[in-house]
Protein backbone atom coordinates (compact mmCIF):
# COMPACT_ATOMS: atom_id res chain seq x y z
CA UNK A 1 0.00 0.00 0.00
CA UNK A 2 0.82 3.30 -0.71
CA UNK A 3 2.23 5.77 1.50
CA UNK A 4 0.53 9.37 2.61
CA UNK A 5 2.65 12.23 3.53
CA UNK A 6 1.18 15.49 5.12
CA UNK A 7 3.84 18.04 4.28
CA UNK A 8 3.58 19.80 7.65
CA UNK A 9 5.59 23.09 7.69
CA UNK A 10 4.48 26.45 9.06
CA UNK A 11 4.76 28.34 5.72
CA UNK A 12 3.18 25.85 3.89
CA UNK A 13 0.01 25.75 6.43
CA UNK A 14 0.04 29.68 6.65
CA UNK A 15 0.30 29.85 2.64
CA UNK A 16 -3.03 27.08 2.15
CA UNK A 17 -5.00 29.20 4.96
CA UNK A 18 -4.24 32.26 2.78
CA UNK A 19 -5.64 30.44 -0.32
CA UNK A 20 -8.79 29.14 1.65
CA UNK A 21 -9.48 32.67 1.92
CA UNK A 22 -12.76 33.49 -0.13
CA UNK A 23 -11.24 37.10 -0.20
CA UNK A 24 -7.99 35.89 -1.97
CA UNK A 25 -8.06 37.37 -5.24
CA UNK A 26 -6.52 35.52 -8.65
CA UNK A 27 -3.38 37.01 -8.39
CA UNK A 28 -2.71 36.00 -4.60
CA UNK A 29 -3.81 32.89 -5.34
CA UNK A 30 -1.80 31.97 -8.43
CA UNK A 31 1.44 33.06 -6.56
CA UNK A 32 0.55 31.25 -3.39
CA UNK A 33 0.11 28.22 -4.57
CA UNK A 34 3.71 28.71 -6.93
CA UNK A 35 5.19 28.90 -3.96
CA UNK A 36 3.26 26.30 -1.60
CA UNK A 37 4.04 23.92 -4.61
CA UNK A 38 7.86 24.90 -4.17
CA UNK A 39 8.00 24.35 -0.45
CA UNK A 40 6.60 20.85 -1.12
CA UNK A 41 8.41 20.29 -3.53
CA UNK A 42 11.84 20.66 -1.54
CA UNK A 43 10.11 18.55 0.73
CA UNK A 44 9.29 15.66 -1.57
CA UNK A 45 12.69 15.55 -3.02
CA UNK A 46 13.98 15.07 0.90
CA UNK A 47 14.66 11.67 0.09
CA UNK A 48 16.44 11.88 -3.51
CA UNK A 49 19.56 9.32 -3.77
CA UNK A 50 22.85 10.79 -3.81
CA UNK A 51 25.86 9.26 -5.44
CA UNK A 52 29.69 10.45 -5.03
CA UNK A 53 31.65 12.09 -7.61
CA UNK A 54 35.28 13.73 -7.61
CA UNK A 55 34.83 17.42 -7.93
CA UNK A 56 38.40 19.60 -8.86
CA UNK A 57 37.59 22.90 -6.91
CA UNK A 58 40.23 25.89 -7.81
CA UNK A 59 42.13 23.86 -4.78
CA UNK A 60 42.16 20.26 -4.75
CA UNK A 61 40.45 17.17 -6.17
CA UNK A 62 37.71 15.78 -3.61
CA UNK A 63 34.69 13.78 -3.34
CA UNK A 64 31.06 15.30 -3.10
CA UNK A 65 27.51 14.11 -3.50
CA UNK A 66 25.18 15.38 -6.27
CA UNK A 67 21.73 13.83 -7.05
CA UNK A 68 21.73 10.08 -8.51
CA UNK A 69 19.22 8.49 -10.17
CA UNK A 70 16.62 8.78 -12.90
CA UNK A 71 15.66 12.46 -14.08
CA UNK A 72 12.17 13.44 -12.84
CA UNK A 73 9.13 13.84 -14.61
CA UNK A 74 6.15 16.52 -14.00
CA UNK A 75 2.85 15.60 -15.29
CA UNK A 76 0.70 18.43 -14.43
CA UNK A 77 -3.24 17.94 -14.58
CA UNK A 78 -4.15 20.36 -16.62
CA UNK A 79 -5.81 23.15 -15.83
CA UNK A 80 -5.37 23.89 -12.53
CA UNK A 81 -2.13 21.41 -11.89
CA UNK A 82 -0.57 23.84 -14.03
CA UNK A 83 -0.29 26.24 -11.08
CA UNK A 84 1.74 24.12 -9.18
CA UNK A 85 4.20 23.83 -12.01
CA UNK A 86 6.90 26.58 -12.36
CA UNK A 87 7.18 26.66 -8.31
CA UNK A 88 8.17 23.03 -8.73
CA UNK A 89 10.25 23.54 -11.47
CA UNK A 90 12.00 26.45 -9.69
CA UNK A 91 13.96 24.03 -7.64
CA UNK A 92 14.33 20.74 -10.19
CA UNK A 93 14.70 22.93 -13.90
CA UNK A 94 15.85 19.88 -15.75
CA UNK A 95 13.02 17.98 -14.93
CA UNK A 96 11.13 16.66 -18.21
CA UNK A 97 7.44 18.28 -18.35
CA UNK A 98 4.48 15.93 -19.99
CA UNK A 99 0.64 17.03 -19.39
CA UNK A 100 -2.42 15.17 -19.14
CA UNK A 101 -5.93 17.17 -19.81
CA UNK A 102 -8.96 16.01 -17.98
CA UNK A 103 -12.01 18.09 -16.44
CA UNK A 104 -14.48 16.63 -14.20
CA UNK A 105 -18.15 16.25 -15.37
CA UNK A 106 -20.13 18.56 -13.81
CA UNK A 107 -23.36 15.81 -13.30
CA UNK A 108 -21.29 12.69 -13.28
CA UNK A 109 -17.82 14.27 -11.56
CA UNK A 110 -16.24 11.76 -13.74
CA UNK A 111 -13.06 12.48 -15.16
CA UNK A 112 -13.29 13.28 -19.13
CA UNK A 113 -9.79 12.69 -20.77
CA UNK A 114 -8.98 15.74 -23.44
CA UNK A 115 -5.24 15.86 -23.77
CA UNK A 116 -2.36 13.63 -23.13
CA UNK A 117 1.81 14.61 -24.20
CA UNK A 118 3.96 12.88 -21.79
CA UNK A 119 8.03 12.59 -22.33
CA UNK A 120 9.66 9.69 -23.76
CA UNK A 121 10.60 6.87 -21.67
CA UNK A 122 8.53 7.39 -18.51
CA UNK A 123 9.83 4.16 -17.24
CA UNK A 124 13.08 5.54 -17.04
CA UNK A 125 12.07 8.48 -14.92
CA UNK A 126 10.47 9.37 -11.67
CA UNK A 127 7.30 10.34 -12.27
CA UNK A 128 5.71 13.21 -10.40
CA UNK A 129 1.93 13.60 -11.24
CA UNK A 130 0.90 16.74 -9.79
CA UNK A 131 -2.99 18.17 -8.94
CA UNK A 132 -4.23 20.86 -6.31
CA UNK A 133 -6.92 19.03 -5.70
CA UNK A 134 -7.62 15.41 -4.78
CA UNK A 135 -11.58 14.85 -4.22
CA UNK A 136 -13.28 11.54 -5.55
CA UNK A 137 -10.19 11.24 -6.99
CA UNK A 138 -11.25 9.72 -10.05
CA UNK A 139 -9.01 12.50 -12.06
CA UNK A 140 -5.70 11.67 -10.51
CA UNK A 141 -6.42 8.05 -10.82
CA UNK A 142 -7.05 8.33 -14.46
CA UNK A 143 -3.76 10.15 -15.11
CA UNK A 144 -2.09 8.16 -12.68
CA UNK A 145 -3.23 4.99 -15.21
CA UNK A 146 -2.71 7.24 -18.23
CA UNK A 147 1.07 7.52 -17.11
CA UNK A 148 1.59 4.07 -16.17
CA UNK A 149 0.36 3.08 -19.78
CA UNK A 150 2.81 5.20 -20.81
CA UNK A 151 5.56 2.95 -19.36
CA UNK A 152 5.81 4.82 -15.82
CA UNK A 153 6.58 2.78 -12.69
CA UNK A 154 5.56 3.86 -9.47
CA UNK A 155 4.28 7.02 -9.82
CA UNK A 156 4.18 9.61 -6.98
CA UNK A 157 0.77 11.93 -6.44
CA UNK A 158 1.49 15.47 -5.48
CA UNK A 159 -1.41 17.60 -3.93
CA UNK A 160 -2.32 20.40 -2.31
CA UNK A 161 -5.58 19.27 -0.72
CA UNK A 162 -6.76 15.57 -0.18
CA UNK A 163 -10.21 13.97 1.55
CA UNK A 164 -9.86 10.65 2.73
CA UNK A 165 -12.75 9.60 -0.39
CA UNK A 166 -9.77 10.69 -2.61
CA UNK A 167 -7.07 8.59 -0.92
CA UNK A 168 -9.07 5.88 -0.72
CA UNK A 169 -9.84 6.16 -4.22
CA UNK A 170 -5.96 5.91 -5.23
CA UNK A 171 -5.24 3.36 -2.88
CA UNK A 172 -7.64 1.06 -4.43
CA UNK A 173 -6.92 2.02 -8.06
CA UNK A 174 -2.85 3.04 -7.46
CA UNK A 175 -1.51 0.85 -4.34
CA UNK A 176 2.23 0.86 -5.62
CA UNK A 177 1.43 5.00 -5.48
CA UNK A 178 2.28 7.77 -2.36
CA UNK A 179 0.37 11.04 -1.61
CA UNK A 180 2.03 13.74 -0.39
CA UNK A 181 -0.66 16.37 0.40
CA UNK A 182 -0.37 19.51 2.24
CA UNK A 183 -3.48 18.41 4.27
CA UNK A 184 -6.35 16.12 4.56
CA UNK A 185 -9.61 18.14 4.81
CA UNK A 186 -12.89 16.60 5.88
CA UNK A 187 -14.95 15.25 3.37
CA UNK A 188 -16.65 16.41 -0.21
CA UNK A 189 -20.18 17.68 -0.25
CA UNK A 190 -23.23 17.30 -2.43
CA UNK A 191 -21.80 18.41 -5.30
CA UNK A 192 -18.27 16.77 -5.09
CA UNK A 193 -16.62 19.77 -3.47
CA UNK A 194 -13.87 19.59 -0.87
CA UNK A 195 -15.06 20.62 2.57
CA UNK A 196 -13.58 23.13 4.15
CA UNK A 197 -11.29 23.08 0.75
CA UNK A 198 -11.14 25.96 -1.07
CA UNK A 199 -13.20 26.16 -3.84
CA UNK A 200 -12.86 25.45 -7.37
CA UNK A 201 -8.55 25.52 -8.23
CA UNK A 202 -9.21 26.15 -11.42
CA UNK A 203 -11.30 28.89 -11.32
CA UNK A 204 -9.56 30.21 -8.58
CA UNK A 205 -6.01 30.38 -10.65
CA UNK A 206 -7.58 31.52 -13.74
CA UNK A 207 -10.26 34.14 -12.49
CA UNK A 208 -12.99 31.41 -14.79
CA UNK A 209 -15.88 32.32 -12.48
C1 LIG B 1 -10.28 19.85 -10.49
C2 LIG B 1 -8.92 19.54 -9.90
C3 LIG B 1 -8.78 18.08 -10.15
C4 LIG B 1 -10.20 17.58 -10.02
C5 LIG B 1 -10.37 16.92 -8.70
O1 LIG B 1 -10.19 19.93 -11.86
O2 LIG B 1 -7.90 20.31 -10.47
O3 LIG B 1 -8.25 17.76 -11.42
O4 LIG B 1 -11.06 18.73 -10.07
O5 LIG B 1 -11.61 16.32 -8.57
P1 LIG B 1 -11.80 14.75 -8.48
O6 LIG B 1 -10.79 14.25 -7.50
O7 LIG B 1 -13.20 14.59 -7.98
O8 LIG B 1 -11.61 14.16 -9.84
P2 LIG B 1 -11.47 20.34 -12.76
O9 LIG B 1 -12.24 19.15 -13.18
O10 LIG B 1 -12.26 21.42 -12.04
O11 LIG B 1 -10.79 20.89 -14.06
P3 LIG B 1 -9.90 22.20 -14.27
O12 LIG B 1 -8.58 21.94 -13.59
O13 LIG B 1 -9.77 22.25 -15.73
O14 LIG B 1 -10.62 23.37 -13.68
N1 LIG C 1 -12.01 20.27 -7.72
C1 LIG C 1 -11.75 21.50 -7.20
O1 LIG C 1 -11.14 22.34 -7.86
N2 LIG C 1 -12.17 21.77 -5.97
C2 LIG C 1 -12.85 20.88 -5.20
O2 LIG C 1 -13.21 21.21 -4.06
C3 LIG C 1 -13.11 19.61 -5.76
C4 LIG C 1 -12.66 19.33 -7.01
Known amino acids: MGTIHVME ?10 MRDKRTGTKEFRALLQEVAMLMAYE ?9 VTIETPVTNAQFRVIA ?46 YCKLPSNLQERDVIVVDPMLATGGSASAALTVVKRHGAVHPKLMVLVAVPEGIKKIQTDHPDVDIYTAAIDEGLNEKGYIVPGLGDAGDRLYGTF
Open 69 to 114: GKTLALVPVLRAGLGMLDGILNLIPAAKVGHVGLYRDHDTLQPVEY
Open 44 to 52: LTRSLPLAE
Open 9 to 18: HPLIEHKLTL
